[in-house]
C-alpha cells in the first residue's frame, strides 16, 4: 500500500515538474517574440549620423538572439505565423546585387579563362537589425563592421561565381570586407575578390577575333523561394576609371536580366531553381602585337626566300641552303604560335596565313629544284659532239 501512495506521489511531482519546464519554456518564446518585434519598432531617441557605445551595445545584445542560418525572409514568415497580424510579409529574401570591376588581368588563349579584380556589393534587407534603440536617423546613420567574429554571426547570401576556376579574398594589409547596417536593418555587404574565370573563346578569326565572355553568380544552396539575386536599380555595372587590359580592348559589356538555373547538388537529388545573375563581356583582341609578332616576321622571311631567284643557277649551295633554312624557319615559327594556343579541331585565320606562307617557301625551293634541272638540260643540249677518231682519219685521208 505504501509503495502504491510513494508511486502516485512520483508520479504527481513528474507531472507537475513537467507543466513547470513547459510554462518556462513557453514565457521564454513569448519573451523572445516580443523582442523580436522590438526590433521594429520607430527609434525613441536623438539622431545620430556616428556609431555610438549604445548603438554598439545594441549590436552585442541583438547578436545573443541572431540566428544567422535563418535568412530575414524566414524571419518574417516566423512571426507573420505566430502574430497573423504582423505588417510585413515574409518568404523570399531579395538580394540586390553591384559589380566594381577594378582591373583585367592576362587573357589566356590556352586555358581559354582570364582574371578580374572586382568588389563585390551585395545588400538587403534584414529587420532583425530594424530596433528602436538603435540611434540613427533615415539619412546618415550606419554602423561599418570589419570584424570577421561579428560578420560571420550575421546572415549573408549564399552567392558564388559559377564559372570561375579559382578565387582568392584579398587580405592586404587587413581583410578587404565591410559590413554595413544602414537604417531599417538595411544590409550592405562589400568584398574585394581576384577571380579567375573561363571564357570558351572561338578561335577561328584568331587574331582578328572578338571574344564573349561572362561573369555569372548563382545562389549555391538557396532556391529562388528563398534567396532571389537581382541587380541594383541604379548602377548594377561599372567599372574602375583607366581600365585597361593588355592584349584586349574591352567594347561593350552588358549586365543581363535575372535568370533562373536548374541544378542538383547531389548524386540523385532533386533538382531546384536558383536565381542567378551575369554579365556580358565583348571583348577585341588588340592586333599590333600579333602584327608585329606573327605576321611581319613570316612575311619577311618568305620575301628572304625570294633572294635565291638572283643566285647564279650554278650556286647549288647556297640556293639550298637558303630555301630549306627558310623553310624550317617559317615551320618553327608556326609550331611557336601554335604552342600558345589551346588545341581546336577547326582551322584558325593565323594557320591559313602561315599555311600560305610556308607554301610560297616551299615553292621557292621548288623553283630552285625546276630551274637547276632545266639549265643542266639545256646545257647538254648546247654542248658540242666529240670527234670520233675515225672521223679524223677520214677528214685528213
Not at 505565423?81 to 540586390?96: K, R
Not at 577575333?209 to 541594383?232: G, P
Not at 637558303?322 to 593565323?350: C, F, H, M, N, R
Request: with cysteine.
Amino acid at each position: 500500500m505504501n509503495v502504491t501512495r510513494w508511486n502516485m506521489l512520483a508520479n504527481w511531482c513528474a507531472i507537475f515538474v513537467l507543466g513547470l519546464v513547459q510554462g518556462l519554456l513557453v514565457l521564454c518564446q513569448r519573451e523572445k517574440i516580443v523582442r523580436q518585434r522590438r526590433f521594429l519598432e520607430p527609434p525613441t531617441e536623438a539622431p545620430s549620423s556616428h556609431p555610438s557605445p549604445s548603438a554598439v551595445s545594441f549590436l552585442d545584445d541583438l547578436l545573443e538572439d541572431y540566428d544567422r542560418r535563418v535568412t530575414p525572409g524566414e524571419f518574417l514568415s516566423h512571426l507573420r505565423e505566430l502574430d497573423p497580424d504582423f505588417p510585413f510579409a515574409g518568404g523570399t529574401t531579395h538580394v540586390n546585387v553591384e559589380l566594381l570591376i577594378r582591373s583585367f588581368g592576362a587573357v589566356n588563349a590556352d586555358t581559354m579563362d582570364y582574371d578580374a579584380e572586382l568588389y563585390l556589393r551585395q545588400s538587403w534587407d534584414d529587420f532583425r537589425f530594424h530596433r528602436g534603440q538603435l540611434p540613427h536617423d533615415h539619412n546618415n546613420f550606419h554602423l561599418d563592421l570589419n570584424d570577421a567574429d561579428i560578420i560571420k554571426a550575421v546572415w549573408k547570401p549564399d552567392t558564388y561565381f559559377p564559372n570561375a576556376k579559382q578565387g582568392e579574398f584579398h587580405y592586404v594589409a587587413v581583410p578587404n570586407v565591410l559590413l554595413r547596417i544602414g537604417p531599417k536593418g538595411r544590409v550592405l555587404y562589400v568584398l574585394r575578390l581576384k577571380l579567375r574565370f573561363s571564357c570558351m573563346m572561338d578561335l577561328t578569326s584568331y587574331p582578328l577575333d572578338t571574344q564573349e565572355c561572362y561573369i555569372e553568380l548563382a545562389s549555391f544552396a538557396r532556391t529562388k523561394n528563398d534567396v532571389l539575386l537581382r541587380w541594383n536599380d541604379t548602377k548594377p555595372l561599372s567599372f574602375n576609371h583607366g581600365i585597361r587590359m593588355a592584349n584586349f580592348k574591352l567594347e561593350h559589356a552588358q549586365y543581363l536580366d535575372a535568370c533562373v538555373r536548374t541544378t542538383t547538388l547531389l548524386h540523385n537529388a532533386p533538382e531546384h531553381e536558383r536565381s542567378c545573375l551575369s554579365v556580358r563581356l565583348s571583348l577585341r583582341r588588340a592586333f599590333g602585337h600579333h602584327l608585329v609578332q606573327s605576321y611581319l616576321p613570316s612575311l619577311l622571311i618568305v620575301v628572304i626566300s625570294w633572294v635565291s631567284f638572283w643566285l647564279d643557277v650554278d650556286a647549288i649551295p647556297a640556293r639550298v641552303t637558303l630555301g630549306v633554312t627558310t623553310l624550317l624557319t617559317i615551320s618553327a615559327e608556326s609550331t611557336d604560335k601554335q604552342a600558345a594556343l589551346a588545341p581546336v579541331s577547326y582551322v584558325k585565320a593565323l594557320d591559313i596565313w602561315m599555311a600560305a606562307c610556308t607554301m610560297f617557301v616551299f615553292c621557292a625551293l621548288l623553283e630552285f629544284t625546276a630551274v637547276s634541272y632545266l639549265a643542266r638540260l639545256r646545257s647538254r643540249e648546247e654542248r658540242p659532239s666529240p670527234i670520233v677518231p675515225d672521223d679524223v682519219a677520214h677528214f685528213t685521208g
